[in-house]
């Protein structure tokens, strides 16, 4: 991994909170227009270049003239994931409070960067996300490929990270407070395109705060690097595996309560009645017979008692969203 700097103007105004990481790969020169666009508040910029087969880092080094750039060079592309940990690694050794990732395609506005920022360094947020969904104006404008197939994986994510009030859990726009990095084995995270989803899966394990921020997205005739349809099931795969993880880190490791209790006798009661009742239906329909009241009172109390719990276990879920910032105590025991 290599590192270069452009050595030129520094950075006017007040004492700036704020670092940008900007993954790259196939980026080129949209990331020199990037750049002059990033405000003041931004202290320190760190283009990765993930091994970028255009050579964008050695394009910045050449002709950046702001002095808060860094560049850092993958020798082996490790992902859009690979790339922003790295940044992290990077950010969470400079003075800044709020570390933000930046696409360097120009699709998000780095006007928003103090906005996006703003509940983090204010105190009231561990990890901040863009939300394309939030006016209907910025949805109609959405290609409906990438709107579909966003809101399939919207869900699955917030499935497995149990952040359920995240609208855009896919979106890239993100900034999170530096000491927060510190809490996460950043090294474990995804590091191609599941790396979103699973960063909220583990930000969820720390019980960090997550809100939204409402913003506008750019279209151009660019292609997209994220096609659902080759990704749904990759998705799928790693927002179970989480899912599970999840239930039994949050609900029997780490904590055991009534929801836990309901989720454990849900899940048989609603299986019993299935197979149970699926099976009478199957050997009814062959043998021309009637089927008996008692076996389909047996196969659908057990249904109705377990859905019950599961819904009341899945309430439980949606309202134990963590509410209050960590960052504020990860470095407490210090000044002890």
Same mark, same amino acid.
């Given at each position: 991994?290599?590192?270069?700097?452009?050595?030129?103007?520094?950075?006017?105004?007040?004492? =700036?909170? @704020?670092?940008?990481?900007?993954?790259?790969?196939?980026?080129?020169?949209?990331? #020199?227009?990037?750049?002059?666009?990033?405000?003041?508040? %931004?202290?320190?910029?760190?283009?990765?270049?993930?091994?970028? $087969?255009?050579?964008?880092?050695?394009?910045?080094?050449?002709?950046?003239?702001?002095?808060? %750039?860094?560049?850092?060079?993958?020798?082996?592309?490790?992902?859009?994931?690979?790339?922003?940990?790295?940044?992290?690694?990077?950010?969470?050794?400079?003075?800044? @409070?709020?570390?933000?990732?930046?696409?360097?395609?120009?699709?998000?506005? $780095? /006007? #928003?960067? +103090?906005?996006?920022?703003? =509940?983090?360094?204010?105190?009231?947020?561990?990890?901040?996300?863009?939300?394309?969904?939030?006016?209907?104006?910025? %949805?109609?404008?959405?290609?409906?490929?990438?709107?579909?197939?966003?809101?399939? #994986?919207?869900?699955? &994510?917030?499935?497995?990270?149990?952040?359920?009030?995240?609208?855009?859990? &896919?979106?890239?726009?993100?900034?999170?407070?530096?000491?927060?990095?510190?809490?996460? !084995?950043?090294?474990? @995270?995804?590091?191609?395109?599941?790396?979103?989803?699973?960063?909220?899966?583990?930000?969820?394990?720390?019980?960090?705060?997550?809100? !939204? *921020?409402?913003?506008? /997205?750019?279209? +151009?005739?660019? $292609?997209?690097?994220?096609?659902?349809?080759?990704? *749904?099931? =990759?998705?799928?795969?790693?927002?179970?595996?989480?899912? +599970?993880?999840?239930?039994?880190?949050?609900?029997?490791?780490?904590?055991?309560?009534?929801?836990?209790?309901?989720?454990?006798?849900?899940?048989?009661?609603?299986?019993?009645?299935?197979?149970?009742?699926?099976?009478?239906? %199957?050997?009814?329909?062959?043998?021309? #017979?009637? &089927?008996? $009241? +008692?076996?389909?009172?047996?196969?659908?109390?057990?249904?109705?008692?377990?859905?019950?719990?599961?819904?009341?276990?899945?309430?439980?879920?949606?309202?134990?969203?963590? &509410?209050?910032?960590?960052? =504020?105590?990860?470095?407490?025991?210090?000044?002890?």
């Amino acid at each position: 991994m290599n590192w270069g700097k452009c050595m030129n103007n520094s950075v006017d105004g007040a004492e =700036p909170k @704020i670092a940008v990481v900007i993954p790259c790969y196939r980026v080129g020169k949209l990331v #020199l227009d990037l750049i002059p666009r990033i405000g003041s508040e %931004v202290g320190w910029i760190f283009i990765v270049d993930d091994a970028c $087969p255009v050579n964008t880092g050695d394009l910045v080094l050449a002709e950046c003239k702001d002095s808060r %750039v860094h560049v850092i060079k993958h020798a082996q592309n490790q992902g859009v994931g690979g790339a922003t940990i790295t940044g992290y690694k990077a950010a969470a050794q400079t003075a800044a @409070i709020a570390v933000v990732k930046l696409d360097g395609d120009g699709q998000m506005d $780095p /006007a #928003l960067i +103090g906005r996006l920022s703003r =509940p983090i360094v204010a105190g009231r947020s561990d990890y901040v996300k863009g939300n394309r969904f939030h006016r209907i104006r910025d %949805v109609s404008s959405m290609p409906w490929v990438r709107l579909f197939g966003n809101a399939g #994986l919207s869900f699955l &994510t917030k499935l497995s990270s149990g952040y359920w009030q995240l609208f855009d859990p &896919t979106n890239g726009f993100t900034a999170i407070h530096r000491d927060v990095l510190q809490e996460l !084995e950043l090294d474990n @995270i995804a590091k191609r395109y599941f790396f979103e989803s699973d960063m909220l899966y583990n930000l969820n394990q720390v019980r960090a705060v997550v809100t !939204e *921020m409402p913003m506008w /997205a750019v279209y +151009g005739d660019e $292609p997209s690097s994220l096609n659902p349809a080759k990704v *749904m099931l =990759p998705f799928l795969k790693g927002n179970l595996r989480n899912f +599970g993880r999840r239930l039994v880190y949050s609900y029997f490791i780490r904590n055991f309560s009534l929801a836990s209790l309901e989720l454990l006798f849900s899940i048989p009661l609603i299986l019993f009645s299935i197979f149970y009742g699926g099976w009478h239906w %199957v050997e009814g329909r062959i043998s021309g #017979l009637p &089927t008996v $009241p +008692g076996i389909v009172m047996t196969a659908a109390l057990p249904l109705i008692i377990g859905v019950q719990l599961f819904l009341s276990w899945l309430n439980y879920d949606v309202a134990n969203q963590p &509410t209050q910032p960590i960052h =504020p105590f990860i470095n407490e025991g210090d000044d002890v």
